[in-house]
T-cell receptor, first 112, second 112 residues
């Protein structure tokens, strides 16, 4: 079952904040976040494992709510370079295969 | 230094032909993947190998056959190409099956 991301698209001005949500109907083992710029490959941002972890990466951080089966990606003080499509990839069960099911993506556009 | 490389970058071919895409990683990773990204940007896992052993084999037509001659290489052979096979195919690798995945630049396959 594909996780659902919201919003589908967001437009920001430089310096504004954004939150991207990823919800699953199945119990989550881990959540990966990736960013893909147009015409390029997805780039790894961070992994969150079950346990309600929160991780940070400069001005980009994420949380994982195991009970609600969802993860949120927080982008603060956005920069032009943040533009792209953000994907969450969910892993279910500890099968140790690395099988990720990706959401449909959230397109983020940061304007000057 | 290129971490995950794919050849060719573009592939245009006629229906019914057979083609191969090659992938190599120089990261020393044990796990490699093939993904298909369609025109709506939906990213879907196809296959995964860990230490040359097939560990993920999604519901993919058997016209698609992966082959891993060694840990650093994972190739994808497609027989009897169909119009619906047109997509961008990404190779990825990770240190272990549940680790961050690093994507190659992609191969854009167009079937005419």
């Amino acid at each position: 079952q594909q996780p659902v991301q919201s919003p589908q698209a967001v437009i920001l001005r430089e310096g504004e904040d954004a939150v991207i949500n990823c919800s699953s109907s199945k119990a989550l083992y881990s959540v990966h976040w990736y960013r893909q710029k147009h015409g390029e490959a997805p780039v790894f941002l961070m992994i969150l494992l079950k346990g309600g972890e929160q991780k940070g990466h400069e001005k980009i951080s994420a949380s994982f709510n195991e009970k609600k089966q969802q993860s949120s990606l927080y982008l603060t003080a956005s920069q032009l370079s943040y533009s792209g499509t953000y994907f969450c990839g969910t892993e279910h069960g500890s099968s140790n295969t690395g099988k990720l099911i990706f959401g449909q993506g959230t397109t983020l556009q940061v304007k000057p | 230094d290129t971490a995950v490389s794919q050849t060719p970058k573009y592939l245009v071919t006629q229906m019914g032909n057979d083609k191969s895409i090659k992938c190599e990683q120089n990261l020393g990773h044990d796990t490699m993947y093939w993904y298909k990204q369609d025109s709506k940007k939906f990213l879907k896992i196809m296959f995964s190998y860990n230490n040359k052993e097939l560990i993920i084999n999604e519901t993919v037509p058997n016209r698609f056959s992966p082959k891993s001659p060694d840990k650093a290489h994972l190739n994808l052979h497609i027989n009897s190409l169909e119009l619906g096979d047109s997509a961008v195919y990404f190779c990825a690798s990770s240190q272990a099956p549940q680790g961050p995945q690093y994507f190659g630049p992609g191969t854009r396959l167009t079937v005419l």
